[in-house]
């Protein structure tokens, strides 16, 4: 699976982003998508994962009920709605995919097979 995340960007604190997670080499329907992000001096950190039909998600502690992930399985893609950012929210936000049939998704970084390049994102205040 290759995988190709972009949308970041610089926004105020409050603002709004979508980041997208373009994939492609495998039946996409089959694979769990998930995000991570990492700031600098911090481990990777879970944010979001989707199963492979879009029935279940789960979020990082940090960022629900703010975050969105959501995926279209006719275009390859995964979507992270990200609203009221703070500054906190500030680091490299990289999408990660495992082929995986599960509702159990998973939230660890090594449980994940495939990464991409990571899309940078930074929260003014």
């Known amino acids: 699976v290759q995988l190709q995340a972009s949308g970041g960007g610089l926004v105020q604190t409050g603002g709004s982003l979508r980041l997208s997670c373009a994939a492609s080499?495998?039946?996409?329907?089959?694979?769990?998508m998930g995000w991570f992000r990492q700031a600098p001096g911090k481990e990777r950190e879970f944010v979001a994962a989707?199963?492979?039909?879009?029935?279940?998600?789960r979020y990082g502690d940090s960022v629900r009920g703010r975050f969105t992930i959501s995926r279209d399985n006719a275009k390859n893609t995964v979507y992270l709605q990200m609203n009221s950012l703070k500054p906190e929210d500030t680091a490299v936000y990289y999408c990660?995919?495992?082929?995986?049939?599960?509702?159990?998704?998973?939230?660890?970084?090594?449980?994940?097979?495939?990464w991409g390049q990571g899309t940078l994102v930074t929260v003014s205040s």
């Open positions: 990660a995919a495992v082929p995986l049939l599960t509702s159990s998704l998973p939230t660890g970084r090594y449980e994940y097979n495939y």
């Open positions: 080499g495998r039946t996409f329907s089959t694979v769990v």
């Open positions: 989707i199963s492979g039909m879009g029935a279940v998600t």
